[in-house]
């Protein structure tokens, strides 16, 4: 896939202004999540969007199980695009899965990335001892259970907690993205993010961040948006966005757009 990465992860430029950010999805979704971001920045960025290579809508033959067993080769991915694509400064948005993926790559190239903007991310998942990460460990094996068990069932039940807000589009579109993933790949990039934690090395990340987590998120409790910008090792801020869920980009795009530009604008 080296040799053609861009067109395997199906990367983008749109826009026309001088400074470049970077429209990272999280798991489940691919880039179409920010379409109803978009309008609010293409007149005035250049906005770099890309597929991770377990969305949907890439193929999965080019999901190689070995390498993605860690966040390590979704980095690579990311520092691969913006070396082809020649980009010396950008702004990073990363929800989830891609919020971390951001930090791990800002930790290697940290003059790369002027500003990480980090929504619903979390360092790690599962609670541990003096750290609430939301999940204890038979709780995931429950829900690694009923993905294997039924996926489409599981899918069905999944999305509209995740949306947490009554928004019907939401939750469709976000199902859609879902029942695109192959199953045997879902689970597998779920074990990888659950097992997950970046807690030792949020202290190297020196670009300033900006987190932003919403008022009810089943996914991140509040207290870990707190918990990043206390760690982080920057110059850190969090915004709280008065709406439901994990996907604030789908259920309140306006309102998501509006705390994006004012981060960008910091």
């Known amino acids: 896939m080296e040799s053609n990465l861009l067109e395997a992860l199906n990367v983008h430029m749109v826009g026309s202004g001088k400074r470049v950010i970077v429209l990272a999805h999280g798991f489940g979704t691919d880039q179409s999540v920010w379409q109803r971001i978009l309008p609010y920045f293409v007149p005035s960025y250049r906005v770099i969007l890309y597929d991770l290579v377990c969305a949907g809508s890439v193929n999965p033959d080019y999901f190689n199980f070995q390498r993605y067993s860690t966040l390590d080769a979704y980095v690579d991915d990311l520092l691969n695009i913006l070396d ?46 003096d750290y609430h990460g939301g999940f204890e460990l038979g709780d995931i094996e429950k829900v690694f259970s009923a993905m294997e068990a039924n996926y489409a069932a599981w899918v069905d039940g999944y999305a509209p907690l995740a949306v947490g807000a009554d928004v019907p589009a939401a939750v469709q579109e976000f199902s859609r993205t879902l029942f695109n ?8 990039v779920s074990r990888t993010v ?16 900006c987190i932003i987590q919403t008022s009810n998120d089943t996914s991140v409790p509040n207290s870990v948006a707190d918990y990043l910008r206390d760690h982080l090792g920057g110059q850190n801020t969090v915004e709280m966005l008065e709406t439901e869920g994990h996907l604030p980009h789908l259920s309140a795009p306006a309102l998501l757009a509006r705390k994006l530009q004012r981060a960008l604008s910091q």
């Open 194 to 209: 659950f097992n997950s934690d970046l807690r030792g090395v949020l202290g190297l990340v020196k670009v300033p961040c």
């Open 84 to 129: 082809a694509l020649a980009v010396d400064c950008c702004a990073f948005v990363g929800h989830s899965i891609s919020a971390m993926i951001g930090i791990l790559a800002a930790i290697r190239r940290p003059h790369l990335f002027s500003k990480l903007i980090l929504i619903g991310a979390s360092p790690r998942f599962l609670n541990d001892k």
């Open 181 to 188: 993933m192959r199953p045997d790949i879902a689970f597998y």
